[in-house]
């Protein structure tokens, strides 16, 4: 399955609700950000590590694949991949088995494949950035996502859904939004898509007491610009490459802390404090 649409419209949402009503729903949903992870450690985050195989390989590192055993893997902004990275990713959905780098052994995986991008990848195969038989591979079902602009009528389940988890996420009761609030937002342009609105009822929710949210703070300077500072985007950029580098050192010492912490030149609280950010836990990494 590929999902294509603009940053923010709710890709991830719409490949969980997929895996959701799916018979792998009782597996494992592992999600990866392609485009977060350097080049040099994507091979190994996607397919695994053999101990060894490159400076610092101390210990077997099972990738996203192995991870998500039974389950359903997705792959988000699956253009940024490397050269390597396809050819390795065409096996595996070709043959149903991988080489761990440095490995040697063809070991068996049985996952489903959820594809994301916001660029027209078909584009990329003119220009010989992606694999053309990759692309055919990948893109057995398309489903193409409009922004949230053109799609209003989703807005209801959209909050309803939002509130749910953001409410279980902060150990709050908001269930809904009052009629006007409802109201301010069918007349947002929400350019910034799903998660824009994600944001915005994540703060109500936090500041509301009650079960019911009866103002809604708009940022004006988000919605009137698709223009981003050049800081804040260095911010989100940095950001997404501490998470892929904390989600990396977790599968390579087993969510050992202690390891990550050295690694890192770091305290362990530091550490905790990073994973609490970014919602990573920790236990899903140890065996």
């Not at 904390?246 to 362990?268: F, N, P, R």
Request: charged share 25%.
């Amino acid at each position: 399955i590929l999902i294509q649409g603009q940053t923010g419209v709710g890709k991830e949402l719409v490949a969980r609700a997929i895996h959701a009503m799916s018979e792998r729903s009782h597996k494992a949903f592992v999600p990866i950000n392609c485009g977060a992870i350097a080049e040099s450690l994507m091979e190994s985050a996607i397919f695994g590590h053999e101990k060894g195989a490159f400076t610092g390989a101390i210990e077997v590192h099972q990738g996203v694949f192995e991870r998500a055993e039974g389950g359903t893997l997705f792959l988000d902004e699956v253009d940024s991949l490397s050269p390597a990275a396809q050819t390795r990713l065409l096996r595996v959905i070709q043959e149903n088995e991988l080489e761990r780098v440095g490995g040697k052994l063809a070991i068996h995986v049985d996952v489903r494949l959820i594809s994301a991008t916001n660029v027209v990848l078909l584009d990329k195969v003119g220009q010989g950035e992606f694999r053309k038989d990759l692309y055919y591979r990948v893109n057995v079902v398309n489903l193409e996502i409009p922004p949230l602009i053109e799609r209003s009528e989703d807005l209801p389940a959209l909050v309803d859904l939002i509130l749910k988890r953001k409410s279980e996420k902060h150990n709050k009761s908001v269930n809904s939004v009052s009629s006007a609030v409802m109201q301010k937002i069918h007349a947002h342009q929400w350019l910034g898509n799903v998660r824009e609105l994600e944001n915005t009822l994540e703060r109500s929710v936090l500041f509301t007491t009650g079960t019911v949210i009866t103002e809604l703070k708009l940022d004006a300077g988000e919605s009137s610009s698709k223009t981003i500072d050049w800081k804040q985007q260095k911010e989100q950029a940095l950001a997404k490459v501490e998470q892929a580098f904390l989600q990396v050192s977790l599968g390579q010492y087993h969510g050992d802390i202690k390891q990550i912490a050295s690694c890192m030149e770091i305290s362990t609280r530091a550490v905790y404090n990073k994973l609490k950010k970014y919602h990573i836990n920790p236990a899903e990494y140890r065996k």
